[in-house]
């Protein structure tokens, strides 16, 4: 961590190894203005091997272990930092058995730890990454309206409805900015819709499992309606913007502008004929739209969803993980 000595500024950025995550700690160490401190469960995992083969890795990013429950750990991991960007989230890819200690606990009591610890360490400001899964459970929002930072899902319909990481990243939200109205500390929170692009780390998460289901066979019918997706590389950006931006504040929504699902699929098809793709369209009423505005007059701007697709097929080619 040289870099740091000679001006560059420390920041952490929580479960440095996830998909999220690893595009974070690249873009900040190709800015040269930062070091960076990464947070993994297990320093000897090999699945964060690929944060240290980063360009300027050597230099600049250290990996620390932390515990997002264990609030000494984290406390370690964030002294010294200027800023944080909270990323860290258990994002089930099934229905959990314990909803309570699998994804609740972990989500708003892991925020509440890093938050704690922030303000103890006069951290200047937090960057949490939320979800559009806390902002479109929502039954009273006007119907047919676009999704603005305003709404926020419904705690109780969630419940109900057994939505626990809708509910998980709702709690963790709304803990962060009753934490921030508390205390002062300065907060910002990012909320992405579905999460899809090239990988940097060696596993498959969920949101990039559901995208390969339209190229691997999976399904022959698929229902068609409109599917709001971001680059990561995008969410990227937008994380990094609202850290930077003295003007950021409150909630932001992170989006491309929706596709429908027959759109995707076409474009698929299109480039990569050889793969099998769903072959039939159910067609669905109602669909949740997002209005970005408030981001994008922070500068942020979005890529192509071709370029987007294209890229996360070449690279999975080149990972093995397409034929």
């Known amino acids: 961590m040289e870099a740091a000595e000679r001006g560059a500024v420390t920041v952490c950025v929580t479960g440095a190894?996830?998909?999220?995550?690893?595009?974070?700690?690249?873009?900040?160490?190709?800015?040269?203005?930062?070091?960076?401190?990464?947070?993994?469960?297990?320093?000897?995992?090999?699945?964060?091997?690929?944060?240290?083969?980063?360009?300027?890795?050597?230099?600049?990013?250290?990996?620390?272990?932390?515990?997002?429950?264990?609030?000494?750990?984290?406390?370690?991991?964030?002294?010294?930092?200027?800023?944080?960007?909270?990323?860290?989230?258990?994002?089930?890819?099934?229905?959990?058995?314990?909803?309570?200690?699998?994804?609740?606990?972990?989500?708003?009591?892991?925020?509440?730890?890093?938050l704690k610890a922030c303000y103890e360490a006069k951290v200047k400001r937090v960057v949490v990454v939320s979800s559009v899964a806390a902002v479109f459970n929502n039954p009273n929002w006007p119907k047919g309206e676009a999704f603005t930072e305003d709404s926020w899902s419904d705690e109780e319909y969630c419940r109900k409805n057994e939505e626990w990481y809708f509910l998980s990243k709702t709690l963790a939200e709304h803990e962060a900015f009753a934490y921030a109205a508390k205390t002062g500390l300065d907060i910002v929170t990012i909320c992405p819709s579905l999460v899809i692009g090239p990988l940097l780390q060696p596993t498959v998460n969920t949101s990039v499992n559901i995208f390969l289901s339209y190229i691997k066979g999976d399904q022959k019918t698929v229902n068609n309606g409109p599917k709001n997706l971001v680059d990561v590389r995008d969410v990227a950006d937008a994380l990094l913007l609202a850290y930077e931006n003295p003007q950021a504040s409150g909630r932001y929504l992170c989006s491309s502008p929706a596709l429908r699902v027959s759109d995707i699929v076409n474009i698929l098809k299109t480039s990569y004929p050889t793969y099998t793709c769903p072959q039939k369209f159910v067609e669905v009423e109602g669909s949740n739209t997002y209005n970005t505005e408030k981001l994008r007059k922070l500068g942020w701007t979005s890529r192509p969803m071709e370029e987007t697709l294209q890229d996360s097929v070449e690279c999975y080619r080149a990972l093995g993980i397409l034929n």
């Open 17 to 114: 190894g996830g998909f999220v995550a690893s595009w974070l700690v690249k873009l900040l160490l190709s800015t040269a203005r930062y070091a960076v401190r990464g947070t993994v469960r297990d320093l000897g995992d090999g699945k964060n091997a690929h944060l240290m083969t980063l360009e300027d890795a050597s230099e600049r990013l250290q990996l620390v272990k932390a515990d997002m429950l264990d609030y000494g750990s984290v406390a370690s991991a964030v002294a010294g930092c200027e800023g944080v960007f909270h990323v860290a989230s258990p994002v089930p890819s099934g229905q959990p058995s314990n909803p309570e200690e699998d994804v609740i606990a972990p989500a708003v009591t892991g925020t509440l730890n890093v």
